[in-house]
C-alpha cells in the first residue's frame, strides 16, 4: 500500500482535480484506492455527491465513526465535513496532534490495508490537518502551474515549510524525524501558446523532483463540474484523444515514482 497526498501552499492549482482524475484512472486500472477528502471545502467529496457531516474524516478527530463509502468498482471515499476547518481548535490541547491520523490508520490498519493505494486531497495551506496527512503519507505531489508571479516561489515556499516540519517533528532520542514522505512536483495546467508557459516549461527541465508534465485543457478542468473523471468522457476531436493518452502517460510516470 502506498498513501500520497496532493498538497499546495496556494488555491486554484488544480489539486483537487488531480486528486479525482488520478484516483479514478488507478481504479480504472484495476488498483483499490481510497480517496480522502481532507479539505473542509469538501470539493472533492462534493464530486461524489458526498457532501456530508455523518461518519466523516472529521471523526477521526473527535473520536467518533468515521465511515468509508464505497464509490464504485475498486474506488472508495473518505469524505470531508464542512466542519473541519474547527480541527485545529478542537484538538488544541491534545498531545501528538500532528499524529492523530497515524494513529486512526494504525487502528484500522486491516481495513486500510486492502487498498493499492490512498490518495489524499488538502486544503491548500499548511495547518495541522495538512501535517496529519503528510505525516501518514509516503509521498506528496505538488502542483505547479505558468504563473507570471513565478512557480519558483510557491516550490521554494513548500520545500521550506516542508523541510520545517520534518525538523520539528524529530524524536528526540533518535534524532530522526517521523516525516519521511518524498516530495515531487506536478507541472500542471501548461498551454503550449504562451510565452509563460514556454519559460516554465524551459525552468522545470533542470528540476528533478518535476515528475510530470499536464497540459491545460477544457476537459481536464471540467471533469469536476461534469462528476466524471476524463478517462470517462467521450473526446469529441483527436486532439482531445491524445491529450487523453498523454494524460495516462502522464499519471503512469506519477506511479512509478511510487514504486
Known amino acids: 500500500m502506498k498513501i500520497m497526498t496532493f498538497s499546495a501552499s496556494k488555491g486554484g492549482v ?65 469524505p470531508a465535513s ?38 489524499i486531497d488538502t486544503h491548500p495551506e499548511f495547518g495541522m490537518l495538512t501535517k496529519n496527512m ?9 502542483p505547479l502551474e505558468p504563473s507570471d508571479y513565478g512557480f519558483q516561489q510557491s516550490k521554494n515556499q513548500f520545500d521550506i515549510r516542508m523541510n520545517e516540519y520534518r525538523n520539528n517533528s524529530k524524536d528526540p532520542r533518535t534524532g530522526e524525524s517521523d516525516i519521511d514522505a518524498k516530495v515531487f512536483y506536478i507541472a500542471n495546467r501548461i498551454r503550449h501558446n504562451t510565452n509563460t508557459s514556454h519559460t516554465f516549461k524551459k525552468a522545470i527541465e533542470s528540476l528533478p523532483d518535476v515528475v510530470a508534465q499536464i497540459d491545460e485543457r477544457e476537459m481536464m478542468n471540467s471533469s469536476t463540474l461534469l462528476k466524471k473523471p476524463v478517462i470517462d468522457l467521450k473526446p469529441n476531436s483527436q486532439s482531445n484523444r491524445e491529450f487523453i493518452t498523454e494524460l495516462e502517460k502522464q499519471f503512469e510516470t506519477i506511479r512509478q515514482h511510487m514504486e
Do not use: C
Open 14 to 78: 488544480g489539486k483537487t482535480t488531480l486528486s479525482y482524475n488520478f484516483g479514478s484512472w488507478l481504479a480504472h486500472s484495476g488498483y483499490n484506492v481510497l480517496l480522502i477528502d481532507a479539505d473542509y471545502q469538501a470539493n472533492l467529496s462534493s464530486t461524489f455527491n458526498m457532501f456530508t457531516n455523518q461518519g466523516t474524516l472529521l471523526d477521526v478527530f473527535t473520536d467518533g465513526s468515521p465511515k468509508i463509502r464505497h464509490i464504485k468498482t475498486h474506488l472508495d471515499l473518505l
Open 82 to 119: 464542512p466542519n473541519l476547518d474547527q480541527v485545529e481548535s478542537l484538538v488544541h490541547d491534545r498531545m501528538y496532534r500532528e499524529l492523530i491520523m497515524m494513529g486512526w490508520l494504525k487502528d484500522n490498519i486491516d481495513q486500510i490495508n486492502q487498498y493499492d493505494y490512498v490518495v
Open 134 to 142: 503528510i505525516a501518514v503519507s509516503d509521498y506528496v505531489f505538488v
